[in-house]
């Protein structure tokens, strides 16, 4: 099988690079990328063949896509702050970005396409845990334009007949996130701020929760949906119903590492959502043998590659 990976430079598409590379069944990866937020770096050594260039650029999907069996559409702007910041660029990525790769899996002849939709969709509805039936809400201009994306999927499947799949990622995290910049997440901006022995920033009263899932169990779950062609109209949620406050983060990090933190509250972001927790019965359906990493096992790894590889 013939695999595009668009987004495969960044921090869950070069983990899913490496894991397709892997199987028996797949016989290319091909990665398109602009590196706006991902890094070459990340696919050395893997046997794939990569195209520099947007998702925003026609011609240059057709090529990538010619004779594909499925796209893992990856590529986006992610970071509710980052959207807040720059709105525009956040929609034109995220939202603009899916349509063409929509638009060019149908003129390739119908390609199937995985999309990463977002948690964040649920936005401020309150109901807990977050089903797939409930209504959305967004609270920022990244959940609009995940929200747009998996509505454009649904859309092409319905008009168009094309197989589609959006998963709505809940907080992954992993080796291979990167800590350094304004708009890193949690798991890599506090492991990194333990180790080099800064104070940890909790956005908040640190109560907020989170459904965190490790990056090889949705790169399992990705694979699988791949291999199989799964298609699904709605969207499904991938994660597997953890919910960890920030401080359980804390005190988990704190024992993994060894050492205790310095933690420095400051006022909660714009657009942040207070709680996360996924149903997952529409995933345990289509992917019952799929066993999640638990919480404690993806911290120690995560750490383990912060000590061996990252910054
Ligand atoms: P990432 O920033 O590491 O990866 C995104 C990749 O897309 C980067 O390599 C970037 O260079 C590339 N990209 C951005 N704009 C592009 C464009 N116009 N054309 C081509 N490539 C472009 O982020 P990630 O955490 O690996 O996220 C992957 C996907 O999962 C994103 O769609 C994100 O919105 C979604 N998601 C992630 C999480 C999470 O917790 N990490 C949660 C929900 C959804």
Same mark, same amino acid.
């Given at each position: 099988m013939k695999m595009v990976i668009t987004g495969g430079a960044g921090f869950i598409g070069s983990n899913l690079a490496h894991a397709l590379t892997r199987r028996? =069944?797949?016989s290319e990866v091909r990665v398109v990328d602009d590196l706006s937020t991902g890094f070459? =770096? #990340? &696919? *050395? @050594? &893997?046997d794939v063949h990569f195209t520099e260039g947007s998702v925003l650029d026609g011609a240059l999907l057709d090529r990538v896509f *010619? @004779?594909?069996?499925?796209i893992v559409h990856l590529a986006a702007l992610p970071s509710v702050a980052r959207s807040v910041a720059h709105p525009i660029a956040s929609h034109h990525a995220n939202a603009t970005g899916t349509l063409c790769v929509l638009e060019a899996a149908r003129r390739a002849g119908g390609v199937h396409v995985i999309a990463s939709s977002s948690s964040?969709?649920?936005? /401020? #509805? %309150?109901? &807990? %845990?977050?089903? =797939? @039936?409930l209504r959305s809400a967004p609270l920022s201009p990244y959940a609009v334009s995940k929200l747009a994306s998996e509505a454009y999927l649904g859309a092409f499947h319905h008009c168009y007949g094309l197989p589609v799949l959006p998963f709505r990622f809940f907080n992954v995290y992993g080796? @291979?996130? %990167? /800590?350094?910049? /304004?708009?890193?997440?949690v798991v890599p901006a506090w492991i990194s701020a333990m180790t080099a022995g800064h104070p940890v920033l909790v956005h908040g009263d640190g109560h907020q929760t989170r459904d965190f899932t490790y990056v090889e169990t949705v790169c399992r779950v990705l694979t699988r949906a791949a291999l199989r062609g799964s298609v699904s109209a709605e969207p499904v949620n991938l994660a597997y119903g953890t919910r960890t406050s920030l401080l359980e983060l804390i005190t988990e990090l704190e024992s993994v590492l060894g050492k205790p933190l310095n933690p420095q509250y400051l006022p909660p972001r714009p657009g942040d959502v207070r709680h996360s927790h996924a149903d997952n019965a529409r995933l345990r359906s289509l992917f019952p043998e799929v066993e999640p990493v638990p919480l404690r096992e993806g911290l120690e790894r995560t750490a383990e590659w912060f000590r061996t590889r990252g910054q």
């Open positions: 028996p =069944e797949v070459k =770096e #990340n &696919l *050395r @050594g &893997l *010619r @004779g594909a069996d499925t964040s969709v649920y936005g /401020a #509805n %309150p109901h &807990l %845990p977050k089903h =797939e @039936g080796p @291979g996130q %990167p /800590a350094g910049h /304004a708009y890193a997440a």
